[in-house]
């Protein structure tokens, strides 16, 4: 079946530092990416998403790139801060039924070190 | 401030018994979820529903029910619980498929 995967399942940079996390996907018709910050003690929220019609979105010190062909994704993260530290899920959209529905990745933990 | 309330943080319960999570959002969304998220697995897609009294299977349905009967409520039913169903669950609620989910704060639920 459809599947996402992630890697690393943890990361540790630190501060001030570049952290990169990378995903596959299976279903070549996905077409929606979403990335999302899962912080202690709260639900995952939405940081940075991108659509089958681009190859890259930033918004501030966060930057997504997308290769179609590869069917690679990845989340980059420039200067990061303590507050960067989370755990961090890549996913994407396949059409399910009436419906669709996104598949998440396993996830990559990851540490700032002051 | 759109918000998804689930009604328990932390549960208990022993093995057997009947245990209802309930969730609920505040955005008029059609589409709303239940995952479980376990260590090293993500979240795991158990059910979902795209309208009131519409119910569609996820990854991982076995040993679970839902019921939606009102728009903004979506309940997650352990008909007997068992302890490998001790785990974090989180509802979520969307507009449709392709835009930001918005997750409630999950409920940690221990099987004894």
């Known amino acids: 079946g459809e599947n996402v995967e992630q890697h690393p399942s943890t990361l540790s940079v630190q501060e001030g530092d570049s952290a990169v996390i990378k995903c596959t996907y299976s279903?070549?018709?996905?077409?929606?990416f979403p990335w999302y910050k899962q912080e202690l003690g709260k639900g995952p929220q939405l940081i940075i998403d991108?659509?089958?019609?681009?190859g890259e979105k930033k918004d501030q010190r966060i930057a997504v790139t997308l290769n179609k062909t590869a069917k690679h994704f990845s989340l980059h993260i420039t200067e990061t801060q303590p507050e960067d530290s989370a755990v961090y899920f890549c996913?994407?959209?396949?059409?399910?039924?009436?419906?669709?529905?996104?598949?998440f990745g396993s996830g990559t933990r990851l540490s700032i070190r002051p | 401030d759109v918000k998804v309330t689930q009604s328990s943080r932390y549960l208990v319960k022993r093995t057997g018994e009947k245990v209802f999570l309930e969730c609920v959002q505040d955005?008029?969304?059609?589409?709303m979820f239940w995952y479980r998220q376990d260590p090293g697995l993500g979240l795991r897609l158990i059910y979902f529903?795209?309208?009131?009294?519409?119910?569609e299977k996820g990854d991982i349905p076995e040993g679970y029910s839902v019921s939606r009967e009102k728009k903004e409520r979506f309940s997650l039913i352990l008909e007997s619980a068992s302890t490998n169903q001790t785990s974090m669950y989180l509802c979520?609620?969307?507009?449709?498929?392709?835009?930001?989910?918005?997750f409630g704060p999950g409920t940690r639920l221990t099987v004894l």
């Open positions: 996913a994407a959209s396949i059409r399910y039924s009436s419906a669709s529905k996104i598949i």
């Open positions: 529903s795209y309208d009131v009294k519409m119910k």
């Open positions: 991108i659509r089958s019609n681009v």
């Open positions: 979520a609620s969307v507009r449709d498929g392709l835009h930001e989910q918005f």
């Open positions: 955005m008029d969304h059609e589409n």
């Open positions: 279903d070549s018709a996905s077409n929606y």
